[in-house]
């Protein structure tokens, strides 16, 4: 975008430039035509003169009523300070160059140049030193007079005074214009300068020059050009570096606060760029510590309530014990003793296995297992607890071979099973099968009076109980179906 802007920048200035300069090339010498139009008394005369002008420069010149000429407010501001117009058509490389007459309004010259050559720029001096004929001995002075109508010097020097060989000086003999060029690397790059010999002054010559030739690429414009580009460049990388500096500044904001404790505070997600995917990946694992610290608090709080309880048995029958004479209680006492440590076993596998869990940590081995297996060895290790509760095993072909951590997946049944035996009334259902769609599938069910709809979320919380007194009766902690859900989380 930048280097095209700048090329359009470039083709805009150089338009004004070119324009500028065709202007400047033509001012004087519309000058000195219009006042040797000017000096012809009359009207025939005038067009006489123009009519001589045309032959010697080989251009049409058209004396033109200006009724006939629409100018623009700026045009005919050049005209009233005695300058020329200048119209360039691009398409057909031709100029239109318009004349203001000095005490003739009425009329102007229209010159239609579409080429420029050697012969042309010739004739040119002709027209200066017609003007100078009519101050004889006055040159110098007149030449300063209209010197400021002309974008380059016009001067009278000795012909000694000028760097030209003697072929050059030959053709000014024979009264012919020479023309000098000068290809210079300084800022005024190729010049042409006129050199033509003044009548009955052997010793003296007209030079009008040095012209610059126009420069399409000057070094002042390429610099400027390339300056405004750079610095064009430069705030677009600033506009881009602007919002991404906000937003790390809201980042580590937002980290320091995280560093001070607060888990608190979001990062505002902006756009879809690599910032607003650091944001969202900053706000997930504030998400994911904040869960972990409440879940780490709620697992130590509930922690500390279920030990509680078989702890304070422990010391209870240990205080027992040490007072108990008779051998049958004392070893009615160790049996009591031992299951209670056997439950803070089971608490203690139950905690950490969900705690595992819970981060998200555990490494899966996933094997192909035959699904009855698994369903078969839950049924036979539940019927051995003696639970007087009827487990009936609706199981899938041997061939169902599912992929799966065997261990996890056997827990996920067994807590499932083992939470349907406990609030069922008699008996229990477990089956196993293929879906239409592929998928295997493990379904476990009871013919209890099943779990209210309002409560079906939070029965899936660590140490939840909707039956508080039924649930410590059948010796559960809260943590099965937590670990259900978690195996189902971690695989999916």
């Given amino acids: 975008m930048v280097a095209v802007f700048g090329y359009l920048l470039v083709q805009i200035i150089n338009y004004q430039r070119a324009q500028e300069y065709r202007e400047s090339l033509t001012d004087g010498i519309s000058y000195v035509i219009s006042e040797g139009v000017a000096r012809q008394p009359g009207k025939q005369q005038k067009i006489d003169w123009v009519s001589d002008a045309s032959d010697l420069l ?247 309530h279920e030990l509680r309880t078989p702890v304070a048995r422990i010391r209870f029958g240990t205080e027992m014990l040490a007072e108990e004479d008779d051998y049958n209680h004392r070893m009615h006492q160790v049996d009591m003793i031992d299951k209670d440590i056997e439950a803070l076993n089971t608490l203690i596998d139950e905690i950490m296995t969900y705690a595992k869990l819970e981060q998200g940590t555990p490494s899966l081995d996933f094997d192909e297992i035959t699904l009855f297996d698994v369903l078969d060895q839950v049924a036979v290790e539940t019927e051995a607890l003696k639970t007087q509760k009827e487990i009936e095993l609706v199981a899938p072909p041997l061939y169902v071979k599912v992929d799966a951590e065997r261990r996890y997946l056997h827990r996920v049944v067994q807590n499932l099973v083992g939470n349907a035996v406990r609030y069922c009334d008699n008996k229990v259902r477990i089956t196993g099968g293929i879906h239409s769609d592929g998928m295997a599938f493990v379904c476990v069910e009871d013919d209890g009076t099943g779990i209210p709809e309002q409560d079906r979320k939070r029965v899936f919380e660590a140490f939840a109980r909707l039956d508080d007194s039924r649930t410590r009766a059948s010796g559960g902690y809260g943590l099965g179906l937590s670990i259900v859900r978690y195996c189902l989380l971690v695989w999916r």
């Fill in 58 to 304: 080989e251009l049409p010149i058209y004396y033109t009523d200006a009724s006939k000429v629409e100018l623009s407010r700026t045009e005919k501001k050049r005209i009233e300070a005695q300058k020329s117009v200048v119209r360039y058509d691009a398409s057909n490389s031709i100029a239109y160059i318009i004349i203001g007459l000095r005490d003739d309004p009425q009329h102007f010259l229209s010159i239609k140049v579409d080429k420029i050559t050697e012969r042309q720029m010739k004739a040119l001096p002709i027209f200066v030193l017609d003007y100078l004929m009519f101050y004889p001995g006055q040159e110098q002075e007149y030449l300063a007079k209209i010197q400021k109508h002309f974008s380059y010097p016009i001067n009278i020097y000795n012909i000694q005074d000028v760097n030209l060989d003697s072929e050059q000086i030959g053709r000014l003999r024979q009264d012919q214009s020479v023309m000098l060029y000068k290809d210079s690397a300084t800022v005024r790059g190729t010049t042409i300068s006129i050199v033509s010999p003044i009548p009955n002054q052997p010793t003296r010559v007209l030079v009008l020059g040095p012209v610059p030739m126009f420069n399409w690429m000057p070094l002042q414009l390429s610099a400027g050009i390339t300056l405004f580009s750079l610095f064009l460049l430069s705030l677009g990388v600033y506009g881009l570096i602007l919002p991404l500096e906000r937003k790390i500044r809201q980042v580590r904001y937002a980290l320091n606060r995280m560093k001070s404790g607060d888990l608190s505070l979001r990062v505002p997600i902006e756009g879809s760029d690599e910032m607003a995917n650091l944001a969202s990946s900053y706000n997930n694992m504030s998400d994911h510590i904040q869960r972990l610290i409440e879940a780490q608090r709620e697992l130590m709080r509930a922690v500390s």
